[in-house]
């Protein structure tokens, strides 16, 4: 099947009350667990590559790696662009095959991240690819900042219904609590604000940092709005964990491919848990 937009995947998610699983790839093995898993699951799915994955990868070889994939299976694939944060590479991206972008202005000054998600918008409407934005700032686990500095940089719900209005993007990255990386504690999502950012943009909601979010809550934020849900650390643990296990096993094993297959295998596991929890399961 060829690669779709966004919207063909998160109008019905919509609708239907789920969400669809966004995962990180960053090479061939990466990419054959996610599309067989959604294959296996009927599930459409959006597979996402970030800056630091085109740079590993290179942009040819995610591009050719994608649609070899998604060829061979008749699921929804989307091919989106994650944490752009450079014009030229969303360009890039968007010229080389992608279906989607995220242009992540969340670093700029409000209404320069306007103006740019805005151009970045024209452009890719009018060849048919979806734009993810960001506002308010998702950080990382590892950040060094108290609660309330993390609370300060959460989406600001006036902010986002004029950021949305603005710029018609397709999609739109909320901070609310989450962070990207493994979590020390619990994180504790910001569920009113939320509902708040949904009610007044109307916009489908992106879920960053999703890894080692409870269940519940992952629930209670599809209940309110998040229709797209993001997950890499999750999918490098069960990588690492299948190759360490395998080594530890197999001390005398030379043979990458015998290494990959346990770390692929831990990998679909965990991708079809999360899409079962999504409820993108059995919807394609
Ligand atoms: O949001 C960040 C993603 O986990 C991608 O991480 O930039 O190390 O590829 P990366
Ligand atoms: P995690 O690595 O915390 O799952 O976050 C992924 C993400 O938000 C990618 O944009
Ligand atoms: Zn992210």
């Known amino acids: 099947m060829n690669l779709v937009s966004l919207k063909d995947v998160l109008e019905p998610a919509e609708k239907g009350g789920y969400a669809v699983g966004a995962f990180n790839a960053n090479n061939m093995e990466i990419v054959q667990a ?26 040819d070889y995610i591009v050719a790696l994608v649609k070899a994939a998604a060829q061979g299976t008749d699921v929804p694939v989307v ?38 998600t805005r151009r970045v918008v024209e452009i890719a409407r009018a060849v048919g690819v979806s734009v993810e934005a960001e506002l308010g700032k998702i950080g990382g686990t590892e950040d060094d ?9 959460f989406t600001d719900p006036a ?53 080692g979010v409870p269940d519940d809550a992952i629930r209670k934020a599809i209940s309110l709005g998040v229709s797209k849900i993001n997950i ?23 043979d990458p491919r015998k290494m990959l297959a346990p770390a692929k295998a831990e990998m679909k596991k965990k991708v079809k848990e999360k899409m079962r929890l999504f409820g993108c399961a059995g919807k394609a």
């Open 159 to 211: 902010e986002a219904e004029r950021f949305v209005k603005e710029t018609e993007v397709d999609a739109l990255a909320v901070a609310i609590g989450t962070a990207h990386g493994p979590y020390k504690g619990e994180p504790r999502l910001d569920f009113p604000r939320l509902k708040r950012i949904k009610e007044l943009t109307g916009a489908p909601i992106v879920l960053h940092g999703s890894s």
């Open 79 to 116: 091919l989106h662009l994650d944490h752009g944060t450079d014009f030229d590479q969303v360009m890039r991206c968007i010229r080389s095959g992608f279906s989607s972008v995220m242009f992540d202005g969340s670093r700029l000054p409000l209404d320069e991240n306007i103006a740019m």
């Open 34 to 59: 996610i599309i067989e898993s959604a294959a296996e699951e009927r599930s459409p799915v959006i597979l996402q590559a970030s800056q630091g994955a085109i740079n590993y990868a290179g942009l």
């Open 145 to 153: 900042i108290s609660v309330e500095e993390r609370e300060a940089l």
């Open 232 to 254: 890499d650390t999750d999918i490098r643990q069960a990588f690492t964990s299948g190759i360490t296990e395998f080594i530890k096993k197999n001390p005398d094993n030379i």
